[in-house]
């Protein structure tokens, strides 16, 4: 067992300290569970699935936005582990934020599929060499996080923007054949104000992503497919 | 996000010292002797070096900037935090000392 200490940002005017033996393989998840069954049962904070599939316990861990399940205090190599709720999102309570503003904005790109042919009796075709398929396999992992949207510099100071990951929706569904709703979300993508021109390729987004998801890389191909939006109404 | 702030930071340093230049300029438009004048107040040692740190400030900001424009067109995305660190910082540092050391030899120390 290795003794770690927890300093848990439950407000801004109230950091909790809390010493905590951890086993080699425990995560900060394990050692928020340790705390609340030994030393503080008020402690609230949101978890679901455990491994990293659900994206419910994403929280500021040493300043960078990560899942509490999938990142093991041993890799933070820091005796001092400081735990916060994520950034540029309101709090509920200690470590549980509202995800309010973040759906919002994914609500705005339509991340629902809007059939071209609602009618269609038929399975859509994806050959494995067609645009949607070649792109898209690492960029559908998104698991609703919400670690890019508070990582996002350009979000913390304009509360319009969409943020990297309804971007990325907005990106699939666009590639998506089946889909039929590209004005609609390129109308919203191409909001001078709160649309994918207002990054500035910090990169944060990307370096966050728990499940690996080059977002950056998603708004930089959209910026320069929107020089020719024409590709995706043709089709 | 390193870069993104250095991009800023350098960024202001040239809006001010634009300023500076485009005032000194400007001048010329009241005779030469004013702008001789203008030009003797720069001519100060602590100037030479601000000079010096003119030239790290535009180095950093152009090589930068190239090092964007080339993520924009989809080049170096995934090597960006080392396109950084080796086109900004590594071939910059090179080109600021090819310049900054002939100036503060023969503007500073007068050699």
């Known amino acids: 067992m290795n003794p770690y200490l927890f300093r848990i940002l439950r407000s801004p005017s109230r950091t909790d300290i809390f010493q905590v033996s951890l086993e080699e393989r425990m995560t900060v998840l394990d050692a928020l569970f340790s705390i609340r069954q030994e030393r503080d049962p008020t402690l609230a904070f949101r978890c679901s699935c455990r491994v990293g599939m659900c994206g419910t316990c994403a929280m500021s861990v040493n300043g960078t936005a990560r899942l509490a399940c999938r990142t093991r205090v041993v890799t933070l190599k820091s005796k001092t582990v400081t735990v916060a709720p994520l950034p540029n999102l309101p709090v509920i309570r200690d470590l549980v934020v509202s995800l309010d503003p973040f759906f919002e904005q994914w609500k705005r790109v339509l991340p629902a599929l809007h059939p071209r042919e609602p009618a269609a009796k038929d399975l859509a075709r994806i050959p494995a060499d067609s645009p949607y398929a070649r792109q898209t396999p690492r960029k559908r992992d998104c698991i609703t996080c919400g670690a890019c949207f508070s990582a996002c510099g350009v979000r913390g100071t304009n509360r319009g923007y969409l943020g990297p990951a309804a971007i990325n929706k907005a990106f699939l569904r666009l590639l998506d054949p089946r889909d039929g709703a590209a004005t609609q979300r390129l109308d919203v993508l191409n909001d001078e104000y709160s649309g994918l021109w207002r990054c500035h390729t910090q990169f944060n987004c990307t370096e966050v992503c728990p499940k690996g998801i080059d977002l950056t890389d998603t708004i930089t191909r959209l910026k320069r497919a929107m020089l020719a939006p024409g590709r995706w109404l043709a089709r | ?111």
Do not use: C
């Open chain 2, 1 to 111: 996000m390193a870069a993104w702030r250095l991009q800023r930071l350098t960024g202001l340093l040239l809006l001010v010292y634009l300023f500076l230049h485009v005032r000194t300029v400007h001048q010329l438009s009241q005779g030469p002797a004013a702008f001789n004048e203008a030009m003797a107040f720069f001519r100060h040692p602590v100037f030479k070096l601000l000079e010096i740190g003119l030239l790290g400030v535009v180095i950093l900001h152009a090589l930068n900037g190239v090092r964007i424009t080339l993520i924009d067109l989809g080049i170096g995305h995934r090597r960006q935090a080392r396109l950084f660190w080796i086109l900004s910082v590594g071939a910059g540092g090179l080109l600021f000392l090819a310049g900054a050391i002939p100036m503060f030899l023969f503007s500073v120390l007068k050699l």
